[in-house]
């Protein structure tokens, strides 16, 4: 992969990815210094990594590439917040052969991303196991069997041919299931990036902090130069697990690939309000009004199935809400939370509205 500079347009920033063995190295390298490794292939564009998806008994590691993403507004500064639209999986094999992950074509290597190579899974490759004419186990000729010794031969024969077939169509079967699994979690990751429209991210600004809170980590950290992205909320960064990996590599190389992604709704409009009611010729003036929803990465879930909080505090269901006024280099914020009754209690059944039934009583 390759981090291109920002472009000076409206279009949102993009990276190429290429399909090299560099890629599962744990080096993060500038520029054209990976373009020019092992002549690479150019897979397309993408706009920024989500993370990187591993479980080890189903499928093997991918990556979650942004896809697609949309333009929401700017935030106080000129910070531009986007909208994740769709999302890609690259998987992170030693294969010979690049999937077609559907990325947009890179101008650049236009060419090399518009041809494929073939792939032999079916035809082309000889000596397989069906290809191999197999020796009867009986001859056609069953009337003419000369005696009982070859008969139990040819018959321990076919039950160990029979056995061997029964054992490889169960590794079959297993391989089918995983298979089935794995795109069964790939479709269902692919839904809910894409379907829900809830996910959001800025590449210069935070998301998850409210105003008041960046106010003060800026006087803290007046003096240090600190990457933005360590200062965090760390319960709206829903993205932080899966970035582990980059994160550990504690390098400023890396700092432009960690992308904190919030859950939630961002909404940002310009408003005209007319003033000057008192004299002869009204005005219009005009303001920006930010709407940030921010659900926090714990403890989420159906209402029905989580409640209360747990032994850190952390309540089910919460999110926080602000709307930010913006009116020349003047910022106004109002927050908001909300979330489960914060005690320790739980829900029988399903009514609308449950009586809480707590769950501990006092500490002794």
């Not at 500038?30 to 990594?49: E, H, K, M, Q």
């Amino acid at each position: 992969m390759s981090k291109t500079n920002e472009p000076k347009t409206d279009e949102p920033p993009v990276e190429e990815v290429f399909s090299v063995e560099e890629i599962l190295d744990r080096r993060v390298k500038n520029g054209w210094d990976l373009a020019s490794a092992n002549d690479p292939d150019c897979l397309g564009l993408f706009y920024g990594i989500i993370g990187k998806i591993e479980l080890q008994s189903i499928m093997e590691s991918r990556l979650m590439l942004i896809k697609e993403c949309e333009t929401v507004g700017d935030l106080p500064g000129g910070k531009t917040v986007y909208k994740i639209k769709s999302v890609a999986f690259l998987q992170l094999g030693l294969s010979g052969d690049s999937l077609d992950l559907g990325l947009q074509p890179c101008k650049k290597h236009q060419d090399n991303t518009g041809t494929k190579k073939s792939s032999s899974l079916s035809g082309g490759v000889s000596g397989g196991i069906f290809d191999i004419p197999q020796k009867a186990a009986f001859a056609k000729t069953w009337g003419t069997i000369k005696s009982a010794t070859n008969s139990i031969k040819n018959t321990t024969q076919q039950a160990a041919a029979m056995a061997t077939s029964q054992v490889k169509l169960g590794k079959n079967r297993d391989s089918k299931d995983r298979e089935k699994l794995e795109r069964r979690l790939l479709d269902e990751l692919q839904r809910i990036f894409t379907d829900t429209d809830s996910f959001y991210y800025c590449l210069t600004g935070d998301l998850t902090n409210s105003l008041e809170r960046q106010c003060e980590l800026r006087e803290m950290n007046s003096n240090k130069d600190t990457a933005w992205w360590r200062t965090v909320d760390d319960r709206f960064f829903w993205n932080k697990h899966m970035l582990e990996d980059i994160i550990m590599m504690n390098t400023p190389l890396a700092d432009p690939w960690i992308i904190p992604i919030i859950q939630g709704f961002v909404q940002i409009e310009k408003c005209k309000v007319e003033v000057g009611y008192e004299t002869a010729e009204p005005s219009n003036e005009t303001f920006t009004l930010i709407l940030i929803s921010r659900r926090s990465r714990f403890r989420a879930g159906t209402r029905y199935k989580r409640r209360g909080v747990d032994e850190e505090g952390k309540c089910a269901n919460y999110v926080e809400t602000e709307q930010i006024v913006c009116h020349h280099h003047h910022h106004v914020s109002f927050v908001q939370v909300r979330g489960s009754v914060p005690v320790f209690w739980s829900q029988p059944g399903y009514k609308y509205r449950p009586p809480p039934r707590i769950d501990k009583g006092k500490l002794v």
